[in-house]
């Protein structure tokens, strides 16, 4: 499974989105810092769940951070999209 994969079941699992979209931007970023070489370091997601009502932005994007949970440290940059 790749890290797009395993974020994409990770975000479902935990939230169970309304509308879910990771991209992979990682070769926006070739030759960047950051870039490891392994075209898995540079990701935006776009979600949309019901599990975020009441929550601010900065609340919303703790909980992506803790439901990728390992995920996060693997990869250089993470773009978050959470409707706010």
């Known amino acids: 499974m790749n890290v797009k994969q395993e974020m994409?079941?990770?975000l479902q699992a935990a939230f169970a989105p309304s509308a879910l979209e990771v991209v992979n931007e990682s070769h926006k970023h070739a030759g960047h810092a950051g870039d490891d070489g392994s075209g898995e370091s540079h990701f935006a997601v776009r979600i949309r769940t019901e599990a975020f009502q009441g929550?601010?932005?900065?609340?919303?994007?703790r909980a992506v951070h803790k439901a990728?949970?390992?995920i996060v440290p693997r990869i250089h940059a993470l773009a978050l999209d959470t409707g706010v």
């Open 68 to 70: 990728l949970g390992g």
């Open 8 to 10: 994409e079941a990770a």
């Open 55 to 61: 929550m601010n932005r900065v609340a919303q994007h």
